[in-house]
């Protein structure tokens, strides 16, 4: 099946828009985001953008998955693609994202880290 690409377009600026309006700010930059552009994943409508995480770098792909109106997310690296999610609801996408490229499943080693990269920032030895 053939998608139009008007409508592939439409589907990434909703994803772009539901991202940045439900992401906190301090959260999108934490990510490194850059080179947003439309995109197909496995015959999906998507949004595909660059990051540069703590623990991924590379790109995240949300796609919307038409058929039951929910997203999958993959990441890609030099190496492979893999879905991380799927039946996804848009209110979930910040979350999700964050936890696969940047702050991961423990918080308190997240905030360590957070702790010590600001004490490095603050004292000029980044």
Same mark, same amino acid.
């Given at each position: 099946m053939k998608i139009d690409r008007q409508?592939? %377009? @439409?589907v990434a600026e909703t994803i772009r828009q539901q991202l940045? &309006? %439900?992401t906190p700010i301090n959260v999108l930059m934490s990510w490194g985001i850059s080179s947003l552009a439309a995109t %197909? *994943?496995? @015959? *999906?409508?998507a949004l595909k953008f660059k990051v540069n995480g703590r623990l991924h770098? &590379?790109?995240v792909i949300v796609a919307l998955n038409e058929g039951v109106d929910y997203y999958e997310i993959f990441l890609r690296d030099t190496k492979e693609t893999r879905r991380i999610a799927e039946d996804v609801d848009f209110t979930q996408l910040g979350d999700i994202i964050d936890t696969a490229i940047e702050s991961g499943t423990d918080p308190k080693e997240y905030e360590k880290f957070c702790e010590e990269n600001l004490i490095k920032? %603050?004292?000029g030895n980044c």
């Open positions: 409508h592939i %377009l @439409n940045v &309006g %439900l %197909l *994943m496995a @015959n *999906m409508p770098k &590379g790109e920032v %603050l004292s």
